[in-house]
């Protein structure tokens, strides 16, 4: 395991006996996880999931993803939530930033759809995929989902069109329930190629199942190293070390005990453009695992230096109930330095030879120290560098980390319930059969 956790930048702030407070509570939770015995354990499929994984599942989605890449430019990922973050984040994380105008990458360049409900989003791709070879998978745990159900529709229709019916569905990858739902359905009548999202995985715990893994694959990514990595960190999970020794166990212990003292925004902040979707997965990890019951740690995120050119004002001198989280990469995949300059118009000489990085994290190290002299207490999270291997570990990581927090906070980390109210609303709103009364009811407010 080569990710490590740094505290120290929380003690000004909290005393490590307010933190060494959650130990006992902490322990208690991380033996109900793994012996799968508290508050939504019929959701906990991911805690060995990483060492479970079968060769064959392995070789059988590399083998897919291959038969796809000889085929597609495009890969459009169909999926909301947990069912399209898990692989975005990792995908954006190992791509090149430039990606989509890299027309030396033999790989399909993955897109999205599915995870809003904007008519020129939808339509603007269809434009795009006149024009290109393409493939889909459509990922929906429960089958059901209106934003993916409707992407679907439509695009099954514009590939049927462009290639035919027995193309198409050569074309076609559904990832769903093993049972149930009107995707498991459609898939078995047209006879697409299909994965299951297992029963005891919910969908922001879902990357290391197909539902990440296809996607992550046809970009052209190792999976076994992502799922290797992932391996590593439940081993060292399972080991049976120390609280001190067990940085995920100090992480939940410590934003749990900064969240008690006034702390209720935790931000994730990166230095690496490529990290936002990371950022973006976390926070929907969080949010959706831990806001519930009138509670919950606010996930938020920024990317830094960027985001110091706006969000950095509030964050050094606003309303002080933050605290940062900050993913440092250590090694960037690339190099490249300061040039010199003759004239030296800019100032910039006194940096010439030096890397990028060493300005980032420079930059980094100030920032860290202003915003603890004003009052935003830091957590580190330290990685090598970016690789499948690292993100594997992290994705546990954050994974682990969400159960053990959630528990120690008092709420099943494993339910959504309150995702269904904008849902009841729109079906009413849209006259969705069986919604007749609430059709009624939600006509008289408006
Ligand atoms: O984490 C979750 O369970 C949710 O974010 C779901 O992934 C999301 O609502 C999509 O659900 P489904 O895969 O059933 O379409």
Redesign the pocket.
């Known amino acids: 395991m080569n990710i490590s956790l740094n505290i120290n930048n929380v003690l000004n702030f909290i005393s490590r006996e307010e933190i060494d407070k959650y130990q006992d509570v902490i322990t208690r939770n991380y033996k109900a996880t793994l012996e799968k015995t508290g508050k939504g354990n019929e959701f906990l499929g991911w805690v060995d999931l990483p060492s479970q994984i079968s060769d064959d599942l392995l070789s059988s989605i590399e083998n897919v993803a291959e038969k796809i890449r000889s085929k597609a430019e495009i890969f459009v990922v169909i999926?909301?939530?947990?069912?399209y973050l898990g692989a975005r984040a990792i995908i954006e994380a190992l791509q090149n930033n430039f990606a989509a105008l890299d027309h030396k990458n033999k790989h399909p360049f993955i897109v999205y759809a599915g995870q809003n409900i904007g008519e020129d989003y939808l339509a603007e791709l269809m434009e795009v995929l006149d024009r290109k070879d393409y493939a889909l998978t459509v990922?929906?745990?429960?089958?059901?989902?209106t934003e993916?159900a409707i992407a679907f529709r439509i695009l099954k229709n514009h590939l049927e069109e462009k290639y035919g019916k027995a193309e198409a569905k050569s074309r076609i990858i559904a990832i769903t329930d093993q049972e149930k739902g009107a995707l498991k359905k459609l898939a078995n009548d047209e006879g697409y190629q299909t994965y299951i999202v297992p029963d005891d995985v919910?969908?922001?715990y879902s990357v290391l199942t197909p539902v990440g893994l296809l996607p992550i694959a046809v970009a052209g990514f190792d999976i076994q190293e992502f799922v290797k990595g992932a391996k590593l960190m439940e081993a060292h999970n399972k080991a049976g070390i120390s609280f001190d020794n067990n940085p995920i166990g100090l992480y939940a212990a410590t934003r749990n005990a900064l969240y008690q003292s006034g702390k209720e925004i935790e931000i994730m902040v990166n230095y690496q453009p490529n990290l936002y979707y990371l950022t973006e997965w976390w926070k929907?990890l969080y949010g959706?695992s831990e806001g519930k019951e009138g509670k919950g740690i606010f996930p938020a995120g920024v990317g830094f230096t960027t985001d110091l050119h706006s969000m950095g004002q509030y964050i050094q001198d606003g309303r002080r109930f933050l605290f940062e989280t900050v993913l440092s990469v250590q090694q960037p995949n690339r190099e490249l330095r300061i040039p010199t300059d003759d004239q030296d118009l800019d100032g910039l000489n006194y940096l010439a030879g030096k890397r990028i990085h060493e300005v980032n994290q420079m930059a980094e190290l100030g920032t860290t120290l202003a915003h603890i002299d004003g009052g935003v207490p830091n957590i580190g999270i330290s990685l090598p560098k970016v690789n499948e291997n690292v993100l594997g570990q992290l994705v546990y990581f954050f994974e682990m980390g969400c159960a053990l927090s959630g528990y120690t906070l008092g709420v099943n980390p494993f339910d959504?319930p309150g995702?269904e109210a904008y849902k009841a609303n729109m079906f009413a709103l849209l006259g969705k059969p069986g919604f007749e009364k609430e059709t009624e009811k939600i006509k008289n407010r408006i």
């Not at 990922?139 to 989902?145: E, V």
């Open positions: 999926g909301i939530g947990g069912s990922i929906s745990k429960s089958g059901t989902t993916p919910g969908g922001r929907q959706e959504q995702v």
